[in-house]
């Protein structure tokens, strides 16, 4: 059974940094791409970026380029999200998403670590 | 404001059908498969259809997904009230370089 764990969430102050991991089982984790996808409160889903299985290639939401950088670590099946200069409509619930065929397209989806940023 | 266009809100009676429509462009749907996912409150999207019309494994018949042209939709036959919840289309667009949903559709059911 495939199972996606978040952590790292919290409240942090605008302009401060956090690091997001997704620990990953039940899969050949290297053989999958891998994204972060969030939900701010009350709202629709965003896309914010995926890594290729390898970790080569990535790629990211305008919103966030320079100030996130996803990777991950194949050896511990985990997946990480840095997130830099933290906005206030980085607010959200963020998940960890195991691709199927495509990169746009999830079938395990994590429970989602909580993201707060205010002063 | 989204890059695919979705009804805030749909409702149908129980027992009967229900469409959620998705609109985009030739640079998102118009070429690029579309997925379907669904969510109740509190809990993680769920793959509901995929390549445009394709059920993972444990999902009923009643749900079924279309493409034609830039729009897709997605369609609850037998409603339930355990069907009560948001819906999301998704797919590549090839333009942003980017993975692009739907706002979500909300389905009440009567």
Redesign the interface.
């Known amino acids: 059974e495939v199972q996606l764990l978040e952590s790292g969430g919290g409240l942090v102050q605008p302009g401060g940094s956090l690091r997001l991991s997704c620990a990953a089982s039940g899969f050949t984790f290297a053989n999958y791409a891998m994204s972060w996808v969030r939900q701010a409160p009350g709202k629709g889903l965003e896309w914010v970026a995926t890594v290729t299985g390898p970790g080569s290639t990535t790629y990211y939401i305008q919103s966030v380029k320079g100030r996130f950088t996803i990777s991950r670590d194949n050896s511990k099946t985990t997946l990480y999200l840095q997130m830099n200069s933290l906005r206030a409509e980085d607010t959200a619930l963020y998940y960890c998403g195991k691709t199927y065929r495509s990169i746009d397209l999830y079938d395990s989806w994590g429970q989602g670590t909580l993201v707060t940023v205010s002063s | 404001q989204?890059v695919l266009t979705q009804p805030p809100s749909v409702s149908a009676a129980a027992g009967q059908k229900v469409t959620v429509s998705c609109s985009g462009s030739s640079s998102n749907i118009g070429n690029?498969?579309v997925?379907w996912?669904q969510?109740f409150p509190g809990?993680?999207?769920?793959?509901l259809i995929?390549d445009n019309n394709k059920r993972?494994s444990g999902i009923p018949d009643r749900f079924s997904g279309s493409k034609s042209g830039t729009s897709a939709t997605l369609d609850i036959a037998g409603l339930q009230t355990g069907d009560e919840a948001?819906y999301?289309c998704?797919?590549?667009d090839s333009s942003?370089?980017?993975?692009?949903?739907?706002?979500?559709t909300k389905l009440t059911v009567l």
């Open positions: 989204s690029n498969y997925s996912y969510q809990t993680a999207p769920k793959l995929y993972p948001d999301y998704g797919t590549w942003l370089i980017a993975v692009v949903f739907g706002g979500g």
